[in-house]
């Protein structure tokens, strides 16, 4: 079988096709006429079929064309997925947002309906009018799914509650509208705070509806028979609020920037980072798990740099900050290759106490970083001189000694647990 597709611009459009076929079976030879097909052809990477029912046949042909290849093997597209390219920290910026300032607008409720009751041969009915359908409330949910509030609106309003209508029938209550947050949010109003949603599943109303109007049928007495009074809907609160999101981690890697914390975390953890040779690499928080063979994990947060003065909000310290509070164990980074790591210890520990007292007093390991440079064995035997902590050298770019740091994390893990046991309270699980 042989066939040939033949095409006319001056005369067909490019969603019309002229076909010649030509086929010979036993000896017989059939001419097909000329077929005119009207957006018949369904492209792929490599095949056209003709869909038949968009086929207008002239003439005596009964065949009918049902597919034929357009290109060859070089010319057809991959069909497998191409491979998703990682985010760059610049782009990951406009995804992760950790506070926000949102305007909340419950429903109003429903107006209440006046109205009487008529039917033949009943000239007294009485009133039927029914009451309102309450406002839907705005509630505000933890997700874990949910990891930043990018996707939290500027402003949200409820659903408004249905009137009611006559034959005492009463309006349908509108239904809440939920905002998911992920977990470690923290809501606020004024500087006040209102709501610390720390666990999955966590709800806080932040406004509510408006009660339903009430109809002619609820002012029903002895006194007055035929009330002809029904009242309107209350509106719905309104309030701005800010959202403030904590990370919610085991531990915290504090120190000052270019010291190799987001290094560290690549080497003791599943987590990629942005890392580069220049200061501030870190833009945004992030989180690595560690994976024990118990199956346990551990959360590991990579605070961005803090520099001095940033219990003073000088650059983003603030920011930068609240993400320490909720973790249960702090890791101080230190530059060994630096003239003196203590003071930068010092330094660190003063930033924390001046923004929260007693910060820097919880559970921690004092971290010696870059130990693959030449002079750091010197600044360690000093830096173990001016502190009583344990000091665990590393080196995050060779991996050296990383072994150590993640068994004597999951040992303060185990303390903590051990700590959340005794007081009753729920640990946090990834």
């Known amino acids: 079988m042989s066939f040939s597709v033949l095409s006319d611009a001056n005369f067909l459009p490019t969603d019309f096709l002229c076909c010649c076929l030509e086929d010979s079976v036993g000896g017989m030879t059939a001419a097909v006429t000329v077929l005119t097909l009207t957006r018949a052809l369904t492209f792929w990477p490599a095949r056209a079929l003709i869909n038949v029912r968009h086929l207008d046949r002239y003439g005596r042909g009964r065949d009918i064309l049902r597919d034929f ?15 998703k390219k990682e985010l760059s920290e610049k782009k990951l910026t406009r995804y992760f947002v950790d506070h926000c300032r949102v305007k909340l607008e419950a429903g109003s409720g429903g107006d209440g309906a006046c109205s009487f009751h008529s039917e033949p041969r009943k000239e007294w009915g009485g009133p039927d009018g029914g009451n309102g359908g309450n406002g839907g409330d705005i509630i505000i949910k933890v997700d874990r799914q949910v990891k930043s509030l990018s996707h939290v609106s500027a402003s949200y309003r409820g659903q408004n509650g249905e009137s009611g209508r006559s034959k005492n029938c009463y309006g349908r209550n509108a239904s809440p509208t939920y905002v ?14 209102l709501a610390d949603l720390a666990l999955h599943g966590q709800e806080y109303v932040a406004v509510h509806g408006g009660g339903g109007g009430k109809g002619n049928r609820f002012f029903l007495s002895n006194e007055n028979r035929a009330p002809v009074m029904a009242t309107p809907g209350e509106k719905g609160e309104e309030r701005v609020v800010q959202l403030e ?67 003073l909000n000088r650059g983003l310290g603030i920011s930068f900050l609240r993400h320490i509070e909720r973790c249960r164990f702090l890791m101080f980074v230190l530059d060994m290759s630096s003239p003196s790591p203590w003071e930068q210890l010092q330094h660190l520990q003063y930033e924390l106490d001046q923004y929260e007292p007693g ?16 002079g750091t064995q010197e600044n360690l035997e000093a830096l173990r001189g001016h502190v009583s902590q344990r ?27 051990e700590s959340n046991a005794k007081s009753g309270e729920k640990p946090l699980r990834w």
Do not use: W
């Open 69 to 83: 290849s357009v290109s060859c093997k070089l010319c057809g597209k991959p069909r497998g997925s191409p491979k």
């Open 180 to 193: 998911s947050v992920p977990v470690g949010t923290v809501v606020k109003e004024l500087g006040q705070t």
């Open 245 to 311: 999101l904590r990370t919610m981690a085991h531990a915290g890697l504090v120190g000052f920037p270019n010291a190799g914390k987001s290094s560290l975390l690549r080497a003791i953890s599943n987590a990629k980072p942005a890392v580069a040779a220049y200061p501030f690499t870190t833009l945004n928080p992030h989180i690595g798990i560690i994976k024990y063979r118990d199956h346990e994990q551990l959360a590991v947060a990579d605070i961005p740099g803090l520099i001095r003065g940033a219990h």
């Open 359 to 374: 910060l820097s007093q919880r559970p921690r390991v004092i971290v010696a970083n870059k130990m693959d440079l030449t």
């Open 391 to 417: 000091v665990i050298p590393v080196s995050a770019l060779t991996g050296d000694n990383t072994e150590e740091l993640i068994l004597h994390l999951r040992e303060l893990y185990n303390g903590h647990l």
